[in-house]
């Protein structure tokens, strides 16, 4: 007799089989340690292929929730039962769950969403760390700022784009306001040895004394609110104001994440740019209106929210695309 579908179970009220697919392609997933993954990209020989991006997301996500585990290979398997877990880790546990676990991951939720939208993360890495920049404009210094950086994964990409571009002296600079959040943070990349967390508010002038008197070459500020809600409900507006006021001319040369921001302003029914040229303000008359995120500047190109990190949705099968958030 043949086995009864998913489908026919439910009818009849029994619990569905659950089969394991992996989160990811096996062929696509990369299974060196996250020291490894990161020590490799930094080489520019070596090609900076899609895959690769994917499977530094997946490891930074386990690494960042297993500590003590950067050396060491992970088998796709466990990533895969990581997301699982993190699925539901806003609901009750299970019997049998890991309290401690599921616990780690309600804490860093937010961050943790950000990582488990997978194909973004790794086209906004792809953004960055396929950046060409002239080293010797910077004298070979490279000074980056992750604002807003969550779980610390743009810090790792700017890192690799340092690398990648023969700078001789890194320094790098995370600002987060979530204390939790910015402590863990702060080891994970002291532990890899990509930058350090500074925890502080990024609207504030201080946030930037890490910096003073220095040219950044690379800005992120992932700070942009979902697309139904208005720009405002996060700091991207006042972290720019703040940020162009104390760095001013010394952002002339910087590569920023985004390139662009296009966003809709309700009252006069039109989109607009907040770019560098506009220290990421837009123009003067829309800085009081309704703004709703639709798009970026992304890799040079104009890419809607919801169509970033497409091209990298083919590296997950079907059946286990609902285990991945969406941030837009
Ligand atoms: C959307 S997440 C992005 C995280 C990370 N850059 C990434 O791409 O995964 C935004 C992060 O910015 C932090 N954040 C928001 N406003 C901030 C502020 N005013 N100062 C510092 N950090 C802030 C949040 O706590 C959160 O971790």
Redesign the pocket.
Known sequence: MSELTNAQRSTLHIAPIRRYTPIIHPEAYDRSSLKQHIERLCDPSTPVTDESLVSLVLKCFYGFVHEGMLDTPIPLRDVTELFNLFSRHRSLNEPGDDIGLMNTLRRYS??LR??ADVPK?AH?LRSIIGKKLCSEEHDGEFVGL?????????MIGQYIQARRNGFRRIESWG????LF?GERTFSFCRDLRVGIIVP????RPE?YSVVAGKKPVSV?N???SAMSSDLGT??FM??NKMLFRVLRGNLKDAHFFPEGLIVYAREQNVSVLLSKSNAFLGPKEYRSMHLYPQGLIIEEQIVPLHSIGEEFQKFFPEQSRWMLHR?W
């Open positions: 937010y961050a950000m990582l993360s906004i992750d604002i807003g950086s969550g779980t610390g994964v743009l600002i987060e306001n979530d959040l502080v508010d990024a609207k946030a992120a992932e700070t942009i996060e700091d006042s972290i941030r």
